[in-house]
């Protein structure tokens, strides 16, 4: 038997970021199912970094994340984990209203995205039909980000720090006596009077082990494709092309490009994998706004994006349940949103509040808790 301070479940990006910021003040153990920390959805990313995207609490998350990305602790990473690739949203004729209310929400929290004329986008990106193409924006500061760097810095930093990281460790069993918990897995048990739920898309299966109730959280399928960069072309310097409609992105991505169809397929918690219906979706609407037509596909895979009812992450202590810490539903905004969300969950498990840096962007703890999820009755204030 292990006893330890705090047990994260789930060694994502959000479990090693909790550890690595947690582990300053106290004993941590994650426990992971796989044998690899990254094998589900923190590594089947499409690495983006970008303040123009998702609820106004995920884009305040993004932007109270960015000074971490950018100047790391000194030793967190041998290279810069952003890179400068930017990023225009595009719209047809008839999407032409939609981004006209998307730029003035976006301006709202991020004042650098700018009107951008069509023969600019063209010019950066010559294969944009000039027929398809009736409006679009720029988000200058949009970044490529390094998902293995992050997480494998978290990870180290974490472990440096005298964290203990349990792969090939599935939690079977959760118990709690008096004021600690006890976790049954398939390499042993461990005790704690903390328990961090980060499990990804079994967020509300780890929950229900633990007797706290769900929050309804639910997996979404992502399909993302690679395929070889156009004939003659030199692509490294391309933004990132999204339709404001949400019905497809691609980028470059080392050497090639990478496509996604933005679909959002509902699922159950299991290891996704991609379907050929849905990568030819893809292609076919990258074929629509482009001159590519897609001949080989290189690699595809999917992954899960998993949210709260209302589309913004879940952090902190469960009313319900003493001791018992959610750091969920980060949905396709996990990895960006990871620095600022795991000190706000450092900061619960020692009993302070949100991070000041962070609740100055406006973010608070109802924003962010799980209370909000909950029918009155089940909320832990009333
Ligand atoms: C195609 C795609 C594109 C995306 N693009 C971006 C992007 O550009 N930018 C961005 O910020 N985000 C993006 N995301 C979202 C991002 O990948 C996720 O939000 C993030 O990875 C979630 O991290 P996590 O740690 O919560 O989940 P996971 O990485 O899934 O980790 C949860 C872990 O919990 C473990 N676990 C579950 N149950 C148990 C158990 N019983 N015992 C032990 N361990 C358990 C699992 O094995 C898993 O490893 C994208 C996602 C997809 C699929």
């Known amino acids: 038997m292990v006893e330890t301070d705090v047990i994260l479940v789930g060694g ?15 004993r941590v153990v994650v426990l992971e199912r796989e044998a690899q ?7 089947r990313s499409a690495a983006s970094f970008t303040e123009n995207y998702g609820t106004a609490t995920i884009r305040r998350l993004a932007l109270a994340s960015r000074g ?4 790391p602790p000194k030793g967190f990473c041998d290279h810069p984990l952003l890179g400068r690739r930017g990023m225009i949203t595009i719209a047809r004729a008839d999407q032409r209203e939609r981004l006209a209310k998307a730029l003035d929400t976006a301006r709202s929290l991020v004042p650098s995205i700018v009107p951008l004329d069509p023969a600019e986008a063209i010019a950066r990106v010559p294969v944009l039909r000039p027929d398809y193409l ?8 949009s970044m490529d980000l390094d998902v293995d760097g992050l997480h494998q810095g978290f990870l180290r930093g974490a472990r440096a720090r005298g964290a203990t990281i349990r792969t090939n460790a599935e939690v079977r069993e959760i118990r709690r006596a008096g004021d600690l918990w006890t976790v049954e897995t398939t390499a ?9 739920n980060a499990a990804g898309a079994w967020g509300d299966v780890v929950a229900a082990m633990a007797g706290v109730a769900p929050i309804g959280l639910q997996p979404k399928r992502r399909t993302a494709f690679n395929i070889p960069a156009p004939d003659g072309m030199s692509i490294s310097g391309w933004p990132l092309i999204d339709d404001v409609g949400a019905e497809f992105y691609f980028k470059p991505d080392a050497g090639q490009l ?12 299991m290891d996704a994998w991609p379907d050929d219906m849905d990568v030819a979706i893809g ?11 897609v001949q080989r596909v290189s690699r595809s895979w ?11 992450p879940v952090v902190g202590p469960d009313g319900s349940a003493p001791g018992f810490i959610w750091l969920v539903g980060q949905g396709g905004y996990g990895i960006k949103t990871a620095s600022a969300m795991s000190r706000i969950c450092a900061a619960f498990v020692r009993g302070e509040g949100i991070p000041g840096d962070i609740l100055d962007r406006g973010v608070t703890e109802a924003d962010l808790g799980p209370a909000r999820l909950r029918p009155a009755s089940q909320a832990p204030h009333v």
């Open 12 to 26: 994502g990006i959000a479990g090693a970021g909790a550890a690595y910021e947690i582990s300053a003040s106290h």
């Open 37 to 43: 920390c990254g094998y589900h959805s923190t590594g």
């Open 68 to 71: 971490f990305l950018a100047e």
């Open 134 to 141: 009736a409006a679009c924006f720029f988000e200058p500061n």
């Open 188 to 196: 042993g048990i461990f005790t704690a009077p903390r328990i961090v």
């Open 258 to 269: 990478l496509v996604s169809p933005a679909d959002a397929t509902p699922s159950e918690p």
């Open 283 to 293: 292609a076919d609407r990258l074929g629509q706004a482009t001159t590519i037509e």
């Open 302 to 312: 999917a992954g899960l994006r998993t949210f709260a009812p209302d589309g913004s």
